[in-house]
């Protein structure tokens, strides 16, 4: 059965204010799941919802820029906090990346419990779909990864949760945002806990700025060689900052440098994915800028993994 993008919003403007009789707050990254639902819920609940989005210090280059643009061009209600400083002391020390999972999940609820209370909500609407919730596992199903925003949450939340997405899957949703007019539609995917997850070990602002540019560098490498026609667009591409030191050469100077390795998938829902075939000369490019551009790196790998056995991100 064909998936009816249009239907789908007219019944989820219906439902919404049937699980929000009063007032809401929606947990917005900027992202496709979580604009789209953004989108979604401010048609059903108008000024009732407030949209928030947290600058965790572990955003993308600009990200926090481009959202407030992309929510005030779309009418939403919201409001911007800047907690970077709260993120990075909650994960100093830790390594497990499901650690890191669970504290960014509870960070992310207590500042959303904190700006319900003065707004008056009960609600929180959050940007879920399926492989979230598949991924997270539950009674019948093998935890692959805490999703933060599923097994991540704590159980004793203030507010209740809405889920208007969560039997969905990412080409539903990009059928469901182009529906709404959402210019991110085809924005590549980029996970809640931002780039603490593509920092393998602890997370410091110091990793987070490496990665931030390195990630920089591979979206405009494969952006402009897709322009181009030299290559498909993947699915999500971006860089990842490995914990291991490796040998290489500064002039006549012996030294070690730090490790990115470039990821690049293609995929349908996210489900399973494969490796991007990307083309030598783009690696290249990649290889070079990231060794020229950030400080301290001097090696640049590529992940040839599918998923399964491998999952798309590293943690």
Same mark, same amino acid.
């Given at each position: 059965?064909?998936?009816?993008?249009?239907?789908?919003?007219?019944?989820?403007?219906?439902?919404i204010p049937k699980q929000v009789p009063?007032?809401?707050?929606?947990?917005?990254?900027?992202?496709?799941?979580?604009?789209?639902?953004?989108?979604?819920?401010?048609?059903?609940?108008?000024?009732?919802?407030?949209?928030?989005?947290?600058?965790?210090?572990?955003?993308?280059?600009?990200?926090?820029?481009?959202?407030?643009?992309?929510?005030?061009?779309?009418?939403?209600?919201?409001?911007?906090? *800047?907690?970077?400083?709260?993120?990075? !002391?909650?994960?100093?020390?830790?390594?497990?990346?499901?650690?890191? @999972?669970?504290?960014?999940?509870?960070?992310?609820?207590?500042?959303?419990?904190?700006?319900?209370?003065?707004?008056?909500?009960?609600?929180?609407?959050?940007?879920?779909?399926?492989?979230?919730?598949?991924? %997270?596992?539950?009674?019948? *199903?093998?935890?692959?990864?805490?999703?933060?925003?599923?097994?991540?949450?704590?159980?004793?939340?203030?507010?209740?949760?809405?889920?208007?997405? @969560?039997?969905?899957?990412?080409?539903?949703? *990009? !059928?469901?945002?182009?529906?709404?007019?959402?210019?991110?539609?085809?924005?590549?995917?980029?996970?809640?806990?931002?780039?603490?997850?593509?920092?393998?070990?602890?997370?410091?602002?110091?990793?987070?700025?490496?990665? #931030?540019?390195? %990630?920089?560098?591979?979206?405009?490498?494969?952006?402009?060689?897709?322009?181009?026609?030299?290559?498909?667009?993947?699915?999500?591409?971006?860089?990842?900052?490995?914990?291991?030191?490796?040998?290489?050469?500064?002039?006549?100077? #012996?030294?070690?440098?730090?490790?990115?390795?470039? #990821?690049?998938?293609? %995929?349908?829902?996210?489900?399973?994915?494969?490796?991007?075939?990307?083309?030598?000369?783009?690696?290249? #490019?990649?290889?070079? @800028?990231?060794?020229?551009?950030?400080?301290?790196?001097? *090696?640049?790998?590529?992940?040839?993994?599918?998923?399964?056995?491998?999952?798309?991100?590293?943690?």
């Amino acid at each position: 059965m064909t998936f009816d993008a249009k239907a789908f919003i007219v019944e989820q403007v219906e439902a919404i204010p049937k699980q929000v009789p009063g007032k809401a707050i929606i947990a917005c990254s900027g992202g496709v799941d979580s604009t789209t639902a953004a989108v979604l819920a401010s048609r059903a609940l108008g000024d009732r919802l407030l949209a928030v989005y947290v600058d965790t210090g572990l955003m993308r280059k600009h990200e926090t820029e481009d959202v407030a643009r992309t929510l005030k061009d779309l009418k939403v209600n919201h409001r911007i906090l *800047r907690a970077a400083d709260e993120f990075f !002391a909650a994960l100093r020390g830790i390594v497990d990346p499901e650690k890191k @999972r669970v504290i960014i999940g509870n960070k992310f609820v207590e500042l959303f419990e904190r700006e319900a209370k003065p707004f008056g909500a009960d609600h929180l609407v959050q940007g879920t779909i399926a492989p979230d919730w598949i991924e %997270s596992g539950g009674q019948l *199903r093998d935890r692959i990864k805490t999703h933060h925003n599923v097994a991540g949450l704590p159980p004793n939340m203030k507010v209740k949760l809405v889920e208007p997405l @969560r039997d969905l899957y990412k080409d539903e949703v *990009r !059928a469901v945002a182009r529906a709404l007019g959402v210019r991110v539609a085809e924005r590549q995917p980029f996970p809640g806990p931002g780039l603490a997850v593509r920092i393998v070990g602890e997370v410091t602002p110091d990793k987070a700025a490496l990665v #931030r540019d390195a %990630s920089a560098i591979v979206e405009e490498e494969i952006e402009a060689a897709a322009k181009d026609k030299r290559l498909a667009l993947p699915w999500q591409y971006f860089a990842v900052l490995l914990p291991i030191q490796t040998v290489g050469v500064h002039g006549d100077l #012996r030294v070690y440098g730090q490790t990115i390795a470039v #990821r690049a998938v293609d %995929s349908i829902d996210g489900m399973t994915a494969v490796y991007s075939k990307i083309p030598h000369e783009v690696l290249d #490019r990649i290889s070079t @800028r990231i060794t020229n551009e950030v400080p301290g790196i001097n *090696r640049v790998v590529y992940d040839a993994s599918n998923k399964p056995p491998a999952t798309i991100e590293w943690e």
